[in-house]
């Protein structure tokens, strides 16, 4: 099992990027994908999450990126994208993607067992 995070980078104010993660490994049927961010000095930080079913792709946001950040899927490449538009610098962290299969969405790491690398995301000018 494991999962693969990638496309952060430096970006200005306002602009955008796309983060992927891709899945491999995976049997089970019914499972989230989230999205956290894990700031210097600060605790990891959920974001984003979808849930990975024949039936049900909801989609959940924290707060702070609501109407920003836009979380899909693609499930022939097993890879699902957080898409981040007008970032500022409260945006900048370590993006990590992960999975639960606790049966319901969760904001508590604690819930995913299974983590991405992470990748940098720098929003500054």
């Known amino acids: 099992v494991q999962l693969q995070a990638s496309g952060g980078g430096l970006v200005q104010p306002g602009g955008s990027l796309r983060l992927s993660c891709v899945a491999s490994g995976f049997t089970s049927d019914y499972y989230y994908i989230g999205w956290f961010r894990q700031a210097p000095g600060k605790e990891r930080e959920w974001v984003s999450e979808?849930?990975?079913?024949?039936?049900?792709?909801?989609?959940y946001y924290a707060d702070s990126v609501k109407g920003r950040f836009t979380i899909s899927r693609d499930n022939a490449k097993n890879t699902v994208y957080l898409q981040m538009n007008n970032l500022n610098s409260e945006d900048t962290a370590v993006y990590y993607c992960?999975?639960?299969?606790?049966?319901?969405?969760?904001?508590?790491?604690?819930?995913?067992?299974?983590w991405g690398q992470g990748t940098q995301v720098t929003v500054s000018s």
């Open positions: 979808i849930t990975i079913s024949r039936s049900d792709g909801s989609t």
């Open positions: 992960a999975r639960s299969i606790s049966g319901w969405p969760s904001i508590d790491p604690a819930e995913y067992d299974y």
